[in-house]
């Protein structure tokens, strides 16, 4: 096992990150910028190495500003958390080349599965069904068009090398199609630096299903079962839950064992999430493949009570894998909800601002990830994740109603701080979640001409 780590993130993962190392007896050093320099994983961590001022362009992206931090505390290993560079493969190669173990799957691989036409072509390769659409990327409009007429309206418009719910756009007539497509080229190249797009059928009314698996560099891998990720707003994800929901057992198998065989045929280590959509035929199609820790990680490790984080720094390290298929066991389900410091009723838009007040819930079975306090800044520069609240339950009635309850308890105040609590209890209220009827288009209906969720009442 390796002696010391270096943590390349901030926030809430750099903690989950660090109190892992901790229980593991491996030493951290974490790197920070200007604007974390009195953050909680500054505090904790054996050594913090600041890299550079306030914009992550500047500091958590600056790929040599990381390694020169970890070459200058000792560090064996550099884990990357979710985000920032967690699946950038030149950075991957960089950390390998200055003699560092990147805590995930190979540079080369990462790099055929970071770029979403060639991870698609993979997974065909090895047999995991496809959206209908393009497989390679689609270089003028024109093959944009003749590929949506084949597979027929809507379709979507996603960055080949997209990610983070970023880089893609629904297009529902043909007439929109030569803007959306222009649009979501421009997009790709500003947030991604590459234009190139791939089209391919938008399937309605299907929801977000994933699997997670864990496989080593010795050819042995195990699934953790399913993740239902629908409740999203702009792509990115609100509520999370394991098992996924009203699916029948035979399908949660099949997604199980088909994203297992995916990520061997590929030749995957570490955590990694293979990403679904399933229709309301429950057939399943591939979206892609995150080569990286999930945010919503918890609620696999409350379902199947193995730490993830402890068996990414052990495949890390070249043990093989401690677990076998047989060895996996599902119990009892969880749920849990991002705080987001964001306002619902202004399109989602953050509201930074310092916190005044700050008490997270308690109480049986129920898990807070977070790095906020009381006095904590929440700045413009960073994601507006400020804590995740997981629960776990034997059943699905007990897990909602546990979670709504942490979240009544859940205390944050400061001026012109707003956040998703409010919006999150109304989706755990809502007659289709609550039978787990629902799908990617769940909060789109509830944001359409309602109530300022602000307005809602406690009960």
């Given at each position: 096992?390796?002696?010391?780590?270096?943590?390349?993130?901030?926030?809430?993962?750099?903690l989950?990150i660090?109190?892992?190392?901790?229980?593991?007896?491996?030493?951290?050093?974490v790197?920070y910028?200007?604007?974390d320099?009195?953050?909680?994983?500054v505090?904790?961590?054996?050594?913090?190495v600041?890299?550079g001022?306030s914009?992550?362009?500047?500091?958590y992206l600056n790929?040599?500003?990381?390694?020169?931090?970890?070459?200058?505390?000792?560090a064996q290993?550099?884990?990357?958390?979710?985000?920032?560079?967690s699946?950038?493969?030149?950075?991957?190669e960089?950390?390998v080349?200055?003699?560092l173990?990147?805590v995930?799957?190979?540079?080369q691989?990462?790099?055929?599965l970071?770029?979403?036409?060639s991870?698609r072509?993979?997974m065909?390769?090895?047999?995991?069904?496809?959206?209908p659409?393009a497989?390679?990327p689609?270089p003028?409009?024109?093959?944009?068009?003749?590929?949506?007429?084949e597979v027929?309206?809507p379709?979507?418009?996603?960055a080949?090398?997209?990610?983070?719910?970023?880089?893609?756009?629904v297009?529902r007539?043909?007439?929109?199609?030569?803007?959306?497509y222009a649009?979501?080229?421009a997009?790709?190249?500003a947030?991604f630096?590459?234009d190139?797009v791939?089209?391919?059928?938008?399937?309605?009314?299907?929801?977000?299903v994933?699997?997670?698996?864990l496989c080593?560099?010795?050819?042995?891998?195990?699934?953790?079962g399913?993740r239902?990720?629908s409740?999203?707003?702009?792509?990115?994800?609100?509520?999370?839950e394991?098992?996924a929901p009203?699916?029948a057992?035979?399908?949660?198998?099949?997604l199980?064992?088909?994203?297992?065989?995916g990520a061997l045929?590929?030749?995957?280590?570490?955590?990694?999430?293979?990403?679904?959509?399933?229709d309301?035929e429950?057939?399943?199609?591939?979206?892609?493949?995150n080569c990286?820790i999930q945010?919503?990680?918890?609620?696999?490790?409350?379902?199947?009570?193995?730490d993830?984080?402890?068996?990414?720094?052990h495949?890390?390290?070249?043990?093989?894998?401690?677990?076998r298929?047989?060895?996996?066991?599902?119990?009892?389900?969880?749920v849990?909800?991002?705080?987001?410091?964001?306002?619902?009723?202004?399109?989602?838009?953050?509201?930074p601002?310092?916190?005044?007040?700050?008490?997270?819930?308690?109480g049986?079975?129920?898990?807070?990830?977070?790095h906020?306090?009381?006095g904590?800044?929440v700045?413009?520069h960073y994601?507006?994740?400020l804590?995740k609240?997981?629960?776990?339950?034997?059943?699905?009635?007990?897990?909602?109603?546990?979670?709504?309850?942490?979240l009544?308890?859940?205390?944050?105040?400061?001026?012109?701080?707003?956040?998703t609590?409010?919006?999150?209890r109304?989706?755990?209220?809502?007659a289709?979640?609550?039978k787990?009827?629902?799908?990617?288009?769940?909060?789109d209906?509830m944001?359409a001409?309602?109530?300022?969720?602000?307005?809602?009442?406690n009960?």
């Amino acid at each position: 096992m390796f002696e010391k780590v270096l943590i390349a993130n901030r926030g809430e993962i750099a903690l989950r990150i660090l109190r892992a190392c901790r229980e593991l007896g491996i030493r951290t050093a974490v790197v920070y910028s200007t604007a974390d320099a009195d953050s909680a994983a500054v505090r904790l961590a054996d050594e913090a190495v600041r890299i550079g001022p306030s914009p992550s362009r500047r500091s958590y992206l600056n790929a040599a500003a990381v390694v020169e931090a970890a070459r200058k505390v000792g560090a064996q290993a550099v884990h990357p958390g979710y985000g920032f560079l967690s699946e950038d493969a030149d950075f991957a190669e960089i950390c390998v080349d200055n003699g560092l173990t990147f805590v995930g799957p190979s540079p080369q691989v990462m790099a055929a599965l970071a770029d979403k036409s060639s991870a698609r072509a993979l997974m065909r390769r090895a047999g995991l069904p496809l959206p209908p659409g393009a497989v390679q990327p689609v270089p003028t409009v024109g093959e944009a068009a003749v590929v949506a007429a084949e597979v027929g309206y809507p379709v979507i418009v996603k960055a080949a090398a997209g990610g983070g719910g970023r880089g893609m756009t629904v297009v529902r007539a043909p007439a929109d199609l030569p803007r959306a497509y222009a649009r979501t080229r421009a997009a790709a190249q500003a947030a991604f630096g590459d234009d190139r797009v791939y089209v391919e059928r938008y399937l309605t009314d299907a929801r977000h299903v994933e699997v997670q698996v864990l496989c080593d560099s010795h050819g042995n891998g195990v699934h953790l079962g399913t993740r239902d990720c629908s409740v999203q707003r702009r792509h990115q994800k609100l509520v999370e839950e394991a098992p996924a929901p009203a699916l029948a057992p035979a399908t949660l198998d099949a997604l199980a064992r088909t994203a297992l065989r995916g990520a061997l045929d590929v030749g995957f280590t570490g955590a990694g999430t293979l990403e679904f959509l399933v229709d309301a035929e429950e057939r399943f199609h591939f979206l892609e493949i995150n080569c990286r820790i999930q945010v919503e990680h918890p609620v696999t490790e409350m379902i199947t009570g193995i730490d993830l984080v402890h068996e990414q720094f052990h495949i890390a390290a070249g043990t093989p894998l401690r677990l076998r298929q047989e060895d996996v066991r599902f119990t009892g389900v969880a749920v849990e909800c991002r705080v987001n410091v964001e306002d619902p009723d202004r399109g989602f838009v953050p509201t930074p601002g310092r916190l005044d007040r700050f008490v997270p819930p308690g109480g049986p079975f129920t898990r807070v990830d977070t790095h906020g306090h009381a006095g904590y800044l929440v700045g413009p520069h960073y994601d507006s994740l400020l804590a995740k609240v997981a629960v776990w339950a034997p059943d699905r009635d007990l897990a909602l109603s546990r979670l709504d309850r942490a979240l009544r308890e859940f205390e944050i105040t400061g001026p012109g701080v707003r956040t998703t609590i409010p919006f999150v209890r109304r989706v755990l209220d809502d007659a289709d979640f609550r039978k787990g009827r629902y799908s990617t288009g769940l909060v789109d209906r509830m944001t359409a001409g309602s109530t300022p969720v602000q307005q809602r009442r406690n009960r």
